[in-house]
């Protein structure tokens, strides 16, 4: 895996009442006197999920214990008034004892008649014949004229909150059967993301099941949304200084070395001899050397396909960039090949095997309850070679994903007592038992740690993740100015580092208010590398905190396309539903969102 990507410190919405709130509420809103604000977007709340029911509702509501009229028959007529509207309400309260019997079909006939008779101007009230009509077409699992019921409620009566909430259920309910990732379970989706988002608005945010409900909806439909893109995406390369940092990330990468030892080698030969490096597995090695990343994949395919001397390297080179032009299943091809040739060097097959580890993480629906075929790649290349300090660095970096830290310091420690010069794996090491001091009763070691970060700093003064990472502790410590001063150094070490300048301004940003200094560093970065994710994501978020969605969600658009996975790409798909939403949900309504920054 590439070097794991920090994110922005966030922080937590909360109601009046100290309600906690999903961060994909920005604005300050006013609806019905309650206040909410917000702080820096960041949507990942991972609710807890509902226990599954073992009964159907149909089977749940066959177990009921039986009441009169069970059999299906009517119970004995009443007389009903005569005035049409009486009538109507009184067929309505008819249906809503059948319902609370569990007799949902004659339920469904009293409403049928109640909206039947009733005055159309009674919109009201035909309002609330439909949606308790759509309950008891809920409970028969008849999705769709649930949500036509509910649509028809929410014409008359456009703030039914009732009504807003069971279509959006519904919804979500139809895109489950439709089981499959296409713009009509899109649809779907954003319609349920925009109900539930007017619910939360006018209902002032009091009922948390609400709250989590458009949690919900939102990572739905950005994992849909971004199955669709992944599927239909054209091929693009990473920038060049990610490309960079990627190799970076392993120490004992084989093509690494075989670059390293050719350099060497190179210094004797003449320009002439350079030039005519013969095969295309050398002149990929010569691509990679010259950053002409654009001719990799060409020349190792030429390697492969005339047999040459490199086949092996040659597909485990071509991978690595399949990965860096985000063709995952490419890559797998390659990596396959490379892992099931016994023949191949062991070096090589590990490699491919920690890489295809961190596809197979990077594909996980969820990484925190899918990452088995990921350990698997790693345990398979221990077994090839135990020595190999790669396969715990990136192994780490999979038990800090998923918040398995004290086996993720495991790694660390066994990466670097394998390869003490590895200063990644050094300083992921320290951040790891910083991450434990901070969350436990340690404390007392945080002090020591600091220390350890500023020798490291001087062990390795040309290894930019090692600034980055003590800064980043620097900042969790409230430690602003001295965090400044460290990200500052990382710039003079590694200047075309855009991650940098971004970090600075969220720095500016927490320690000051510094809004426009904050966006200042943020565009510079954007200046510095036009494919920087991180950037756009972050000054997205900005933007929907100074009240301008227009301008984030295009912000939002420009880092959807450069996603490296399809985690990363659901993530921005939900930042920028969320975005539109609200500015939907704000016209239909007539709400106003004004700025929480005072702009």
Request: aromatic share 8%; hydrophobic share 35%.
């Amino acid at each position: 895996m590439a070097p794991v990507q920090s994110l922005p410190v966030v922080r937590e919405a909360t109601s009046e009442a100290g309600q906690r709130l999903p961060t994909w509420f920005w604005p300050v809103l006013t609806v019905s006197g309650v206040a909410v604000t917000a702080g820096l977007l960041y949507w990942w709340l991972n609710p807890s999920p509902s226990p599954s029911p073992s009964q159907t509702k149909s089977q749940r509501s066959a177990a009921r214990p039986e009441k009169p009229g069970a059999d299906g028959a009517e119970d004995p007529e009443e007389e009903l008034p005569q005035d049409p509207f009486e009538r109507a309400v009184s067929l309505k309260n008819k249906g809503n004892k059948y319902f609370k019997g569990g007799r949902y079909e004659l339920a469904i006939k009293c409403y049928n008649e109640a909206i039947d008779v009733c005055p159309t101007h009674k919109e009201h009230d035909l309002s609330t014949f439909y949606q308790n009509r759509a309950a008891a077409y809920d409970q028969l699992e008849n999705w769709d004229a649930v949500f036509n019921d509910c649509t028809r409620a929410l014409e008359l009566n456009k703030r039914y909150l009732k009504a807003m909430d069971r279509r959006a259920k519904v919804l979500r309910k139809q895109v489950r059967k439709l089981q499959s990732a296409d713009g009509e379970s899109v649809n779907k989706l954003r319609m349920a993301l925009e109900d539930m988002t007017a619910v939360c608005i006018l209902d002032g945010f009091q009922k948390q099941e609400y709250l989590m409900l458009v949690d919900t909806i939102l990572k739905e439909l950005g994992r849909v949304e971004a199955k669709i893109a992944i599927r239909d995406r054209q091929p693009g390369f990473t920038s060049h200084h990610f490309i960079q940092q990627y190799f970076q990330s392993f120490a004992e990468d084989p093509i690494v070395k075989l670059l390293a030892k050719n350099t060497e080698s190179d210094s004797d030969d003449s320009p002439e001899d350079r030039d005519n490096a013969t095969g295309g597995f050398m002149r990929a090695l010569k691509d990679l050397k010259d950053e002409m990343y654009e001719q990799v994949i060409d020349h190792c395919t030429e390697e492969i396909d005339q047999s040459g001397a490199h086949v092996n390297e040659a597909k485990l080179l071509r991978g690595t960039f399949f990965i860096l032009s985000k063709q995952p299943n490419e890559a797998f091809q390659d990596f396959n090949q490379v892992i099931e040739d016994s023949e191949a060097d062991v070096s090589l097959r590990v490699n491919a095997l920690i890489k295809r580890a961190s596809l197979y993480i990077q594909q996980c629906k969820d990484p925190m309850k899918d990452p088995e075929l990921s350990f698997a790649d790693f345990k398979q290349g221990q077994d090839l070679d135990e020595t190999n300090a790669d396969i715990y660095h990136h192994r780490g970096q999979v038990h800090l994903l998923i918040d398995q830290t004290p086996k993720a310091l495991e790694d660390f420690n066994k990466a670097v007592e394998l390869n003490p010069g590895f200063p990644i794996a050094y300083v992921q090491k320290l951040y790891t038992e910083y991450r434990i001091a901070s969350t436990s009763d340690n404390k007392s070691e945080i002090p020591k740690l600091i220390q350890q970060f500023q020798d490291a700093m001087e062990k390795f003064p040309k290894c930019v993740e090692t600034y980055a990472l003590f800064a980043q502790v620097l900042s969790d410590q409230s430690q602003f100015d001295r965090a400044e001063d460290v990200y500052q150094q990382a710039q003079k070490v590694d200047p075309k580092n855009a991650n940098i300048l971004v970090h600075r301004g969220l720095i500016a940003l927490q320690a000051k208010g510094d809004i426009e200094g904050a966006v200042s560093l943020i565009k510079k970065a954007l200046e510095v590398d036009d494919k920087c994710e991180f950037g756009y994501e972050t000054l997205g978020t900005i933007e929907v905190q100074r009240g301008k969605l227009k301008e984030a969600i295009e912000l939002f658009d420009k880092a959807i396309p450069i996603a490296n996975t399809e985690l990363e790409m659901a993530h921005l798909f939900g930042l920028k539903h969320a975005a539109n939403a609200q500015t939907t949900v704000s016209k239909r309504f007539g709400i106003s969102l004004p700025s929480p920054m005072g702009e």
